[in-house]
Each structure stands twice: as structure tokens, then as C-alpha cells.
């Protein structure tokens, strides 16, 4: 029998090499270290693999020694084993009692995973329980379903058969059950942004991609921290229904090392619908098929969270966490050497031009504070006016508010999409 350590399961970034490791993991494991070379120097990440699971008795040695949390099938009622392999690690079919789906998580999770399926909605596909060692999360397990269509497919569907009314009605119900997801986290966890771990891990990305663009936001305090689901993609949808499910590779080149605002998974699956959307060829719109999935995400998402000002895109809004998207697809794709993303890329192409547009657009800010400030200190410094000096002053306070004004409404709304700078 072939260890596991001895193949190349798809879940490794293709493109990486495997060296030495001597990191420590539980028993049934196999520690994994790959790092890049030439071109791809910089990149690199450590898994923890299960050795071969063939039969009840694998299963049993393997979770020996790890730590279980919430409900997992009992291993002396397990009769046959099944493995699957993903890009996103192992994934076993449990036959017991009931029947199980096993995810094992190759690089782990940011620790929240637990948090977010016990305060999951109801009726969400989140896991029951799972296993981790030392506070690493190694397996999760969920009790397996009737296998459902789900929105990835239907979307693809309607948007090759130019159906917009199934269109706007499968974008709005999967943007409220985001929503309401988000609804139930910000009971439990609402803490101030963090934007500067924010701006330093997409440095660290531009960096490992050697990128030609740099984008910095400073955020607004309508993007708190919350528990979030790091990456949302149609197929975790079924009707009103939200799969909660293991990180993607990207997490384990750049870890995280902060807690994120809900508008990030909504960027996701925003740029989620890019992407079926440049697949399909659709002649519909983007940026109508957005506008549908966002407003449904603020119907019932936290009201301060889903405001204008937390979408405003020349304090980041939706936009900055979008541009984290096309990075973390280059990003995985350069690992795997899986040729360019799209629409990834084209994304990116447009993003000085977004950037340059919104510079400019700082013109009529300037001019605002300086129509503001000569108001003032003519008021100030003349006081009391006279009846000229303080037409003068008001007229200085009117153009201030007329350039702010036009300022913010130069911002690019959400829906649009940097290619339609």
C-alpha cells in the first residue's frame, strides 16, 4: 500500500516543492512542508495528512489521539470506508449507525470553525462535530444528505438560458442567507476593524506575487471584526440553506492573523459570481446581477454593516475586499501553475484605472476642506462680520458642502465592477 505521503494529492499546490519537515502532528499523520522555488521563492505552507484509511480500523487508530468536539459517529458501529480526494483535502464517506461525510483540513482553520457551526442559523449545513490536536482543527464531519442541486448550478442554468427573472431570484435568496448568517455572528462576536492586519496581509500577498499594484484602504468602523466564513462560493448555497465548510489554499500560503468583517464574505461571493459569470458568457449585465446579490445580503444582514457608509468605496467598501479575491486567485492559481485566473486578472488589469479615477476624484474633496477652512477663518478672523464678510464666508461654507457632496457621490457604487471604471 502506497503511503499518502508518497503521492501528490490535489490539495498540494501543484507547483511547490516538498522538503524536509520535522514540525510535530499527531499519530496517523504525516507532516508535509512545500515552499517555492525560482519564480515562486517566498510562497509556502505546512499540512498534516492522514496516512492511508482503509478500512473501520484506520479510522479508529487515527482520531485515538485527537480531541473530539460536538457529535461524531461512534467507531464501533463503522462498517465500510470510502475516500474521496479534493482540492481542499480528504474527504471520507462514513458508513455507521448513519451515514457521515469526513473533511479532513489539511491546513487546519482559523480557530473559529467550532464558533461558527454552533451559531450557524438554523437549517445551515454546518458541521456536527469534528476532531482537532492542540487547538488545530484536523477533521470535521457532518451527517450526509440527499445530494441537492445546488445554486452554483441552477445560476449556471439560468444564466445560459438568459432566464434574469430565476437570475435575481436565486442571487437575492443566496445574498439574505448570507445575511442572516452574519445576523446570527454579530450576537456573538462585533469587534473595531483591524485594518492594519487587514492592509498588511494583502502587502504580503502583492508581495509573493511580485505585483505591479498596491492598494491600501483605511476602512470605516462599519466594517468591525466579526466570525465570518472566509470564503463563500454558490455550490456552499442550496435554496436558503448555507454550507459551512473548509478554508481554501490560499489560507494556508498567507494565514490569517486577524478576524475579518462580514462585507469580505459578501465580497467572495460577489466575485464568486464573476466568475460564473465569465464562464458562462452570460449577456446579462454584472453589474445588474451584483446589485441583486447585495441587496439581498442587506435585507438581512446588521444594518450598521450592510449601511452606504460601510459601502463606501473611497474608504474601501466592497471594492478593496474584492481586490483581495483577484490576489488570493493569482495567488493559488501561481502555486498550482494552473495558468490565469479569470476573471481574476482581467480584474486586476483594471485596477490602477480605479485607482487613478478615485484620485482624481479627491480633487473636489480638497477643494471642500479649503472652501471650509477660508470660511471659517474668515468668519473667525473677522468676527463679528460685517454683512459682506459673512456672505463671503457663506458662500466658502456652500462650496464646501456642494464639493463634498459631489465627492461622495464620484464614489463608485458597489455593484460596479472594476472593469467598468
Known amino acids: 500500500m502506497i503511503a499518502m505521503s508518497d503521492l501528490n494529492p490535489t490539495w498540494r499546490p501543484q507547483a511547490l516543492r516538498q522538503v524536509s ?14 515552499v517555492g522555488m525560482g519564480g515562486l521563492t517566498g510562497m509556502s505552507a505546512d499540512f498534516i495528512e492522514p496516512d492511508i484509511i482503509t478500512n473501520p480500523s484506520d479510522w479508529e487508530d487515527l482520531v485515538a489521539d485527537l480531541d473530539q468536539w460536538g457529535e461524531v459517529p461512534d467507531p464501533a458501529t463503522i462498517s465500510n470506508i470510502s475516500s474521496e480526494w479534493t482540492s481542499r483535502g480528504l474527504v471520507l464517506q462514513i458508513s455507521a449507525e448513519l451515514e457521515w461525510i469526513a473533511e479532513f483540513l489539511p491546513w487546519g482553520s482559523d480557530g473559529l470553525l467550532r464558533t ?54 436565486l442571487l437575492e435568496e443566496s445574498g439574505e442567507a448570507l445575511g442572516r448568517f452574519h445576523m446570527s455572528m454579530s450576537n456573538i462576536r462585533d469587534l473595531p476593524p483591524d485594518q492594519k492586519r ?15 499594484f498596491i492598494w491600501r484602504a483605511p476602512y470605516t468602523k462599519e466594517q468591525p471584526c466579526t466570525v465570518t466564513l472566509l470564503d463563500v462560493r454558490f455550490s456552499d448555497f442550496n435554496g436558503k440553506s448555507i454550507r459551512i465548510g473548509p478554508p481554501r489554499l490560499s489560507d494556508a500560503l498567507v494565514p490569517h492573523d486577524s478576524e475579518k468583517p462580514a462585507i469580505r464574505d459578501l465580497a467572495s461571493l460577489v466575485h ?18 451584483r446589485s441583486y446579490l447585495i441587496e439581498g445580503w442587506r435585507k438581512t444582514a446588521p444594518e450598521e454593516w450592510a449601511s452606504d457608509r460601510a459601502f ?3 474608504r474601501g467598501g466592497l471594492a478593496i475586499w474584492e481586490y483581495e479575491q483577484c490576489l488570493m486567485d493569482v495567488l493559488e492559481a501561481s502555486a498550482n501553475q494552473s495558468g490565469a ?21 479627491r480633487t473636489f474633496a480638497a477643494l471642500s476642506f479649503m472652501a471650509f477652512f477660508f470660511g471659517a477663518s474668515s468668519f473667525i478672523n473677522q468676527f463679528p462680520p460685517s454683512v459682506l464678510e459673512f456672505m463671503t464666508s457663506a ?11 459631489t465627492y461622495k457621490r464620484m464614489s463608485p457604487p458597489p455593484e460596479r465592477p472594476f472593469m467598468d471604471v
Open 21 to 34: 519537515s520535522d514540525f510535530d502532528t499527531p499519530s496517523g499523520f504525516t507532516p508535509i512542508r512545500v
Open 116 to 169: 461558527r457551526s454552533r451559531n450557524a442559523p438554523e437549517n445551515s449545513d454546518a458541521p456536527t462535530g469534528g476532531f482537532f490536536w492542540n487547538g488545530r482543527d484536523v477533521v470535521i464531519l457532518r451527517r450526509k444528505v440527499e445530494e441537492w442541486e445546488s445554486v452554483e448550478s441552477k445560476l449556471e442554468k439560468a444564466l445560459a438560458g438568459d432566464n434574469l427573472e430565476s437570475c435575481r431570484i
Open 198 to 212: 487587514w492592509n498588511s496581509r494583502n502587502e504580503k500577498i502583492e508581495g509573493l506575487l511580485r505585483a505591479h
Open 272 to 289: 464568486d459570481l464573476s466568475r460564473i459569470h465569465h464562464r458562462v458568457g452570460s449577456v446579462f449585465g454584472l453589474s445588474e446581477l
Open 312 to 314: 463606501y468605496s473611497h
Open 341 to 361: 485566473p479569470q476573471p481574476a486578472v482581467k480584474m486586476l488589469m483594471y485596477v490602477k484605472m480605479y485607482q487613478k479615477k478615485m484620485f482624481n476624484n
Open 395 to 405: 458662500i466658502c461654507f456652500v462650496v464646501g458642502y456642494l464639493s463634498f457632496t
